[in-house]
């Protein structure tokens, strides 16, 4: 995946939270059914908390809950959020957004600001995973 494509899948990711919202558990349930696995099995396998998949009834899950599931079902975030139809896992390269690519959103370019909004988001959650792995809580 480009690197355009990937910030084009967190941004239609966070921008979709009213228009899909029943989208990712729908997907869910429909995968774990041709993978022969209850929604319960999924969740638990997934690591999340207890019930967890059925909450996506009524909100969005966050995007490492749906991550976990994804590996789970051997399919994509993209898949189970509804921003492709295609179950099947792509192979995605790494996104530089370092770089100074013209990003474009829908056809409109995406401001420098907003790249460095998500920039900042992600060292943050870079530095939130890595306190967690060391143990030092968040």
Known sequence: MSSKNM?????????????HA???????????KKRK???LEVNDKA???KRSIYNWKSRKPGIMALGAVAK???TSVDYL???????????????NL???VPYSYYGHPVPKEYLDMVRELMKRDIKQREARKN???Q
Do not use: N, W
């Not at 910030?7 to 228009?19: A, N, Q, V, W």
């Not at 029943?22 to 774990?32: D, G, N």
């Not at 921003?83 to 996104?95: E, F, L, N, R, W």
């Open 72 to 74: 789970v079902l051997h």
């Open 37 to 39: 696995m209850s929604l």
């Open 7 to 19: 910030l084009f899948s967190i941004l239609f990711y966070l921008e979709s939270e009213e228009t």
């Open 47 to 49: 690591g999340l908390g």
């Open 135 to 137: 143990g030092r809580g």
């Open 22 to 32: 029943m989208i990712e558990f729908e997907r869910t349930k429909e995968l774990a």
């Open 81 to 95: 959020s509804g921003i492709t139809d295609d179950p099947a896992p792509s192979v995605q390269d790494t996104v």
């Open 98 to 100: 370092e770089d100074e």
